[in-house]
């Protein structure tokens, strides 16, 4: 079984002095915002993350579950095929 | 291993002083006139709370002022340990001491009852607030650092119970579960967010002319449009710009970018720093507070002295703590900014070096801390064995017992004296008895896998914990452990006798054996020790008076009991449940003498001081002793009242020793009082027996007949009934059948045929 993932998503792009802040997630900055994307393990680790942006000073935009992302993916492939 | 002798406690842990230093104010801060008079609105609101994000100037803002105020000002910095709140309050309680000698005491010893509910030294706290008399303010910074439900409740309390000569001032990340509410609601709360905190454009422009950056009007509020107003944002563009000489085109480039404001400023702001100091700050940061020893230390430099003193006069990332430049600590953003400039490794080496210092320098608990940040928990588990003494025998419980838990057991197992002690830590704690007990089994683990690194000591350790089980409710198992704990005590480990003789005392009085307690507890009063172990001492004392007003020598009880509340008062230790038992020993002794109005008080006191949040055997035999003065004063209901919630407890205990003969005789009394106040005087109620047979004779049975449905003998038929008819003071069958029935000792019956 696969673990969650998340996107949370952040105000202004972060450069490469961030990345060891967020271990096991990546991160990715465009347009104005950056997306810290990976795998969370539960509950725990997700306000330690929510903490983690609190304490470097960014503003956070939103939190994503990402399994519904791939359903809504896998649901218009197939509704591309059926046509 | 070696026997522990009776010994003096070991000395408390050190109260750690940075924590109620209040930081300096940074030379460059501009007075912020228009947040300063919201503060001071209307007087000052009784609480008042700072919420906005890091880097928003919270700090600065209420340390600014501070120096305003001639006022007495408390400080205190919460971080996350204070999760414990015997930590939190010795630490507020030390700093009230300071205001005045003796202001601060009470709280203090309370807070040395082991186990105790922290609200009670909060109480004392607010007392001695109030004998100051005086205006005092309060500073609680970083409340959000602090999670714990008790920790927080304790401050609530405290925030309910404020007297009217003291404020209060929060400053916090997010919304603090304090109970603000409420005050709110009353009008007595002031709350400064972020929107308020963020600079204004001529704010702004104050700080630029301030350090003397030459900005167009344009440029100004563009600066203050990107960064929102956020203070550190344009803390760090202050410090970059000061150093251009074109301004307005790095106002220009910074606009361009789409970085974020920390990540773009910092990066400017460090490459613009000699590479020494750079570095000097970059290794730092792990650091929580820091004196220039410290770093030295850390770096192995001699200039760390001459290096703060400049860093904190030339920008804002260090706090200076004290004036005389002792202690540092970073600003919380800058400090996290600058570690992400170091690899884990690397911050892991620094943090052991850290707790290297610290562990040399006798601050114990923050080289737990490095230790701990660093992963490394080889030294954490050694640092916890070498003082978990101190952290145990000074009521540091949830702390200690926070690290065991945070440790592998592979390390528990080689080091027992640690689950050993959590057990007990749990035990005082009154925690559900799944977490004593997984600490318990780790520690018998030890014992029987590495029996070499077993001793008396913990053996005691052990066995006491479980004898203190005893208010789970089995008072059987209770008295077995708590004989194995004076027997290990005995075997090495003096230190532990007077409270593991109490404990044995205490659990041979639930079982109903009096002499067993009276031997116990007195071998534990006459030790030379005993005085300076006030939980054994004072629950001994008060066994002592128990045994003797049970067997009815009421003068001993009384003169027990008194020595033990003296005792106690002396020790601030009147808070205490262990001084139960000498109330109830009391109450029963002046039961016995006829003054109720005293004995009711004294039980009172005596089952006030036992209650707790799961019954205990403990607190069923002080309703009893209740129930019993209540029925002596003829309170009935309520002594019905106290008997049945007793009852109740009883029933869910699987061995509850004789606390059932003590119900029954209680209840016995209480028919019988009962029976008196009606118009059928009786002498005395019938018992189980006798009213079994009344049954009989209710459905019109003959005496034969009920001897065999009874199984019992035609004879003992007759003298049932005979003592039937004198106890209700009936004269035949019909007649004791009405008298009964009155008195609601029998369901009113159809009449036959």
Same mark, same amino acid.
């Given at each position: 079984?696969?673990q969650p993932?998340y996107?949370l998503?952040v105000?202004?792009e972060l450069g490469p002095r ?5 271990d096991g *997630?990546?991160v990715?900055a %465009? ?12 509950q725990?680790?997700?306000h330690g ?5 609190a304490?470097?000073?960014l ?5 994503t579950p990402?399994?519904?992302? !791939?359903?809504?993916a896998a649901?218009s !492939?197939?509704?591309a095929n059926e046509? | 291993?070696?026997?522990?002798t009776?010994?003096?406690?070991p000395?408390?842990?050190r109260?750690i002083?940075?924590?109620l *230093? ?6 460059g801060?501009?007075?912020r006139?228009?947040?300063?008079e ?6 000052g609101s009784?609480l ?5 994000g890091v880097?928003y100037g ?6 600014s002022?501070c ?6 000002v408390i400080?205190?910095t919460l971080?996350a340990?204070d999760d414990d709140?015997v ?8 700093a ?6 003796g202001l ?7 807070l040395?009852?082991?186990?105790a509910?922290v609200e009670t030294a909060v109480?004392?706290?607010m007392?001695?607030?109030?004998a100051?008399?005086?205006p005092v303010a309060?500073v ?5 650092t602090?999670?714990s439900?008790?920790s927080?409740r304790s401050?609530?309390?405290a925030?309910?119970?404020l007297?009217? !000569?003291?404020?209060v001032?929060?400053s916090t ?8 509410a409420?005050l709110r609601?009353?009008?007595a709360l002031?709350?400064?967010?972020a929107?308020e905190l963020a600079?204004?454009v001529d704010e702004t422009r104050e700080l ?7 900005l ?5 509020e563009?600066l203050?449009?990107?960064?929102e107003?956020?203070p550190a944002? =344009?803390y760090l563009a202050?410090l970059w710009?000061r150093d251009?000489?074109d ?5 220009r480039s910074?606009?361009?970018s789409?970085r974020?404001?920390?990540d773009y ?5 460090l490459?613009a720093l000699p590479?020494q100091?750079?570095?000097?700050l970059?290794?730092t940061s ?7 020893d410290?770093c030295?230390?850390l770096l192995?430099?001699?200039?760390s002295?001459a290096?703060l003193?400049?860093?904190a ?8 703590l004290d004036p ?12 996290e900014l ?12 620094l943090r052991r070096?850290?707790?290297d210092w ?6 114990v608990e923050?080289?737990i ?10 030294m ?8 978990h003494?101190?952290?145990v025998?000074g ?5 200690f017992?926070?690290w065991?838990?945070?440790l592998?057991v592979?390390?528990?197992l080689?080091?027992?004296s =640690?689950?050993?002690a959590?057990?007990?830590a ?7 008895a799944?977490d004593v007990q997984r600490q ?5 683990r030890a014992?029987s896998e590495r029996?070499q690194l077993w ?12 004898? *203190? ?11 077995? %452990?708590a004989?194995?704990?004076v027997?290990?005590a005995?075997a ?6 007077v409270g593991a003789?109490a404990t044995?005392?205490?659990?041979q009085?639930?079982?109903g054996?009096f002499?067993e ?7 534990a009063?006459?030790?030379?020790? &005993?005085p300076d172990?006030p ?13 003797d007003?049970?067997q009815?020598?009421?003068?001993g009880?009384?003169a027990?009991a008194r020595q033990?509340i003296?005792?106690a008062r002396?020790?601030f230790?009147t808070?205490?449940w262990r001084l139960? *038992?000498a109330h109830?020993?009391?109450a029963?002794?002046?039961t016995q003498?006829?003054r109720?109005?005293?004995?009711e008080?004294?039980?009172?006191r005596?089952?006030h001081?036992?209650r ?6 403990g607190h069923a035999?002080?309703?009893?002793v ?6 002596a ?9 106290e008997?049945?919630?007793?009852q109740r407890?009883? &029933?869910?205990?699987?061995d509850p020793?004789?606390?059932p003969a003590?119900?029954?005789t209680?209840? %016995? ?6 029976a008196?106040?009606?118009n059928h005087?009786i ?5 189980p ?8 004779l209710?459905?019109g049975l003959s005496r ?7 199984y ?6 007759k003298t %049932? ?6 106890k209700l003071g009936?004269?035949s ?9 009155a =008195?609601g ?7 036959p045929?």
């Open positions: 079984m696969s993932r996107r998503v105000t202004g961030y990345a060891s802040a967020f *997630m990546t990715s %465009h347009d104005g915002q950056t997306d810290i994307t990976g795998p969370i393990i539960d725990s680790q997700l993350l929510l903490d983690r942006i304490s470097l000073g503003t956070l935009r939103s939190v990402l399994e519904a992302e !791939n359903h809504e649901a !492939n197939h509704q046509i | 291993m070696s026997s522990q009776a010994e003096a406690p000395q408390r842990l109260v002083e940075p924590k *230093m209040l930081p300096r104010v940074h030379p801060v501009r007075r006139g228009r947040l300063l919201m503060l001071d609105e209307d007087g009784a008042t709370v700072l919420e906005a880097g919270k700090t600065t803002l209420v340390r002022w120096a305003e105020r001639r006022e007495a400080w205190m971080d340990a709140p930590r939190l309050w010795t630490h507020l309680a030390t009230v001491e300071r205001l005045g000698q601060g005491a009470r709280a203090l010893a309370s040395g009852v082991r186990g509910p109480d004392e706290l007392n001695g607030l109030v100051y008399g005086r309060i609680l910074d970083d409340l959000d602090v999670g439900d008790r927080l401050i609530a309390h925030i309910e119970r007297p009217p !000569n003291v404020r001032l929060v990340r997010s919304d603090p579960a304090i109970g603000a409420r609601a009353r009008g002031t709350e400064i967010r929107h600079f204004t630029l002319a301030r350090e003397r950056i030459e167009s009007g344009e440029s100004v563009l203050v449009e990107r960064t107003g956020w944002g =344009l202050a710009l251009l000489e301004p307005d085109q790095g106002v910074f606009l361009g789409a974020h404001v920390a400023l910092t990066d400017e702001v490459t590479p100091t750079r570095d000097f970059v290794r792990v650091l929580v507070r820091f004196t220039p410290l030295d230390a192995g430099r001699e200039d002295a290096m003193a400049e860093l006069r030339s920008n804002m990332f260090l706090v200076a005389r430049g002792e202690w540092y600590r970073y600003h919380h953003l800058f400090g600058l570690q992400l400039g170091l690899g884990r490794e690397h911050a892991n080496e070096r850290a707790a610290c562990r040399a320098n006798g601050l923050d080289a801390e490095y230790a701990a940040g660093a992963a490394d928990a080889e954490v588990a050694e640092l916890l064995v070498e003082h003494r101190e952290f025998w009521g540091r419980l949830t702390q017992l926070g065991v838990q945070w592998p592979e390390l528990l080689e080091h027992p =640690l689950p050993a959590g057990a007990l749990a035990g005082l704690l009154a925690l559900p799944v318990l089994a780790v520690a018998e014992r029996p001793s008396p000591y913990l053996e005691a350790t052990v066995e006491l914990t479980r004898a *203190m089980g005893i208010d789970r409710g089995d008072v059987g198992a209770a008295v077995e %452990h004989r194995r704990a027997a290990a005995r090495g480990a003096e230190v532990l006798s003789l044995l005392a205490q659990a009085f639930f079982a054996d002499d307690t009276r031997r116990a507890a007195l071998e009063v006459e030790r030379p020790d &005993a172990r939980d054994g001492y004072i629950a001994s004392l008060g066994l002592l008076a128990l045994a007003a049970e009815g020598r009421t003068e009880a009384e027990w033990a003296n005792y002396r020790r230790q808070g205490s139960s *038992m109830l020993g009391l029963l002794a002046c003498t006829g109720l109005d005293e004995a008080r004294e039980a009172l005596g089952e001081l036992r707790s949040p799961q019954p205990t055997v035999h002080a309703l009893l209740l129930a019993q003065v209540c029925v004063r003829s309170r009935l209901e309520r002594a019905a009242r008997l049945e919630r007793a407890a009883i &029933a869910e205990f699987p020793g004789r606390l003590i119900a029954a209680v209840e %016995h009394d209480l028919t019988t009082a009962r008196n106040t009606g005087r002498v005395e109620a019938p018992s027996a006798e009213l079994a047979v009344l049954r009989c209710a459905t034969r007949e009920i001897g065999a449905k009874l019992i003998s035609l004879n003992t038929v %049932h009934t005979r003592e039937l008819y004198r009936a004269t069958r019909e007649d004791a059948i009405a008298r009964a029935e =008195l000792l029998l369901e009113p019956t159809q009449s045929g």
